[in-house]
């Protein structure tokens, strides 16, 4: 027995959220079809989340729910990726837990996949930006910067909100990488992509997770991840320093003390980035090559288990 159409929430302190984003989400299906399956991913939760969906698992026999506990944190792009290897939907949505992203928008773009054969995902982006001008440029230049150092086209205004056939994320799914960075892997894996404008909400309850640092952290993870130029980097740098050295040592020929301790001091900066940049990839295969799990759960509940998928 199949499923029309899966969607996928990420869940990490959603305590407020996650009843109002069923009874929304229900709404919105309503229009659209009733073979569909919801599948909240608690990632961790230090609030009240799993209780909530625990209840909402328990009090909704008649719809198709599941609930993935993780056994800790693991980070939104586990989520989605445990998501993906549950949905069984022809369709498969990403949205978020916190109705920020309209559930409205998943039958939107549903309807685009059910009316185009040969698109193969729709992706929605946020059609006003409503985080600080700062923000917002730094993103458009990072991901100007990592499209041209990998090739691959990054766009800056896309999110994780999309609806896929079934085919994209069983290829999704396929790729094994521990680190990952969903805005490459949704470009890297190709297939037609059309996109759609949505309107962001205010967040109903709860706060997000990211902050500065956290976006700095994910905009290296994305860089190490799609480009292996900053491996090269160091070998350009040393070339032009071997030839900026040449000249300096001519032109301060007789100025040796000045000469000596600032080359040490400057040639040291460089040997210690260039070693900082070869460990930062160093550390991510060392992560990949032990092999260990994007996500451990420690619980699954599904509807699965006493019956058929509603239709
Ligand atoms: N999320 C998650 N794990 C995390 C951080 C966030 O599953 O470690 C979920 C979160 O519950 C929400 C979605 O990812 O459903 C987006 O997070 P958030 O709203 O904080 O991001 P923002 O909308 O501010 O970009
Ligand atoms: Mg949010």
Known sequence: MSVKHSLIVPCYNEEGNVENFLKETKQAMMSYTDSYEIIFVNDGSKDGTPKKLREIFSENKDMNIKV?????????????????????????????????????????????????????????????????????????KFYGLISKMSGIDFVSDASDFRTMRRCVADTIVALPEYHRFSKGIFSWVGYNTVSIPYEVRERESGETKWNFKKLLAYAFEGIIAYTDKPLKFPLYLGLVMLAVSVVLGFINLFDYFYQVSTTVLFVGGLILISQGIIGAYLGKVHTQVKDRPIFIAKEILTYEDNQEPHN
């Open 68 to 140: 993935i506990n993780f056994s800790r944190n693991f980070g939104k792009e586990a989520a989605m990726y445990a998501g993906f290897t549950q949905a069984k939907g022809e369709y498969i949505t990403i949205i978020d837990a916190d109705l920020q992203q309209d559930p409205k928008y998943a039958v939107e773009m549903a309807k685009i996949l059910d009316s185009d054969p040969d698109c193969d995902m729709v992706a929605a982006y946020q059609s006003e930006r409503k985080e600080g001008k700062l923000i917002s440029l730094c993103k458009s």
